[in-house]
């Protein structure tokens, strides 16, 4: 029956772009990935059941491996995880509407990609470096030390917000020092969300791929001055899906 299929968008490309005859989609068993051409665009698309729950982690992966796979080799502006239209009339559609706008996009991410910072604090290292040198914190830890919970449980919140205060405000300064540290190499920039209580930092950065060996090292060397307190992780290459919130299309 017609209607039973959409279409899943993963992204926007340049039109000359062809999807790899081995990319796999999202959904049980994999779309094949094609694309849907207009103009100077291309849009990276599966087909999908209507009635299919998309999000499961593979889906999640499918998505993410297809765009960052493509960012490699071409400028590609992600659409939003889940976006799916009811067939090739809508894509078209799509594609003419925006004509200009995600083509100017795309010429700004001719040549660059995403790569994403993340560092989470060594628990121990922190609260002892806070406690070395924070005295009221240091009480406190004194007070709760072999205690019962119920007895000292004033002192362990007090002590709790302490520790959440002094991680906040080191990672807005772990942050900037990273920013400074890298600011040279890199074309944007754009802090996250911590995605845990104990991230040190969590940035996305747009680099030129001429300037991904300088960025690269220079993240290192944050690294390394913070070995002991910070595990820091660099994710990338990736599509800029933090570098293109005024181009996404779902709604």
């Known amino acids: 029956m017609a209607g039973e299929h959409g279409l899943f968008i993963y992204g926007i490309v340049p039109s000359d772009v062809e999807p790899t005859s081995d990319a796999e989609g999202v959904g049980s068993p994999p779309g094949e990935v094609t694309a849907?051409?207009?103009?100077?665009?291309?849009a990276l698309v599966s087909e999908v059941g209507l009635e299919e729950p998309l999000g499961r982690p593979a889906d999640l992966s499918a998505y993410?491996?297809?765009?960052?796979?493509?960012?490699?080799?071409a400028p590609v502006l992600p659409v939003r995880?889940?976006?799916?239209?009811?067939?090739?009339?809508?894509?078209?559609?799509?594609?003419?509407?925006h004509h200009d706008r995600f083509a100017d996009a795309l010429d700004e991410f001719e040549d660059r990609v995403q790569y994403t910072v993340h560092?989470?604090?060594?628990?121990?290292?922190?609260?002892?470096?806070?406690?070395?040198?924070?005295?009221?914190?240091?009480?406190?830890?004194?007070?709760v030390r072999g205690r019962p919970e119920a007895e000292s449980r004033e002192q362990r919140i007090r002590l709790g917000e302490m520790i959440s205060q002094a991680v906040e405000l080191r990672r807005e300064a772990e942050n900037r020092d990273l920013i400074d540290a890298v600011g040279?190499?890199?074309?944007?920039?754009?802090?996250?969300?911590?995605?845990?209580?104990?991230?040190?930092?969590?940035?996305?950065?747009?680099?030129a791929n001429d300037?991904?060996?300088?960025?690269?090292?220079?993240?290192?060397?944050?690294?390394?001055?913070?070995?002991?307190?910070?595990?820091t992780r660099l994710i990338g290459p990736l599509a800029p899906y933090d570098f293109v919130s005024a181009h996404q299309l779902a709604e």
């Open 184 to 207: 040279g190499h890199v074309v944007a920039d754009a802090a996250r969300a911590p995605s845990h209580e104990l991230d040190a930092v969590h940035v996305a950065f747009l680099v």
């Open 36 to 42: 849907i051409r207009h103009g100077e665009l291309a």
């Open 211 to 231: 300037d991904e060996e300088e960025f690269v090292r220079a993240v290192e060397e944050f690294a390394e001055q913070r070995r002991d307190l910070i595990r």
């Open 119 to 143: 560092g989470r604090f060594d628990e121990q290292e922190f609260i002892g470096e806070l406690l070395a040198g924070n005295r009221d914190a240091a009480a406190l830890a004194d007070q």
């Open 81 to 97: 995880f889940g976006t799916v239209v009811t067939g090739e009339d809508a894509v078209e559609d799509l594609l003419d509407a």
């Open 64 to 73: 993410e491996r297809l765009l960052d796979g493509t960012a490699e080799v």
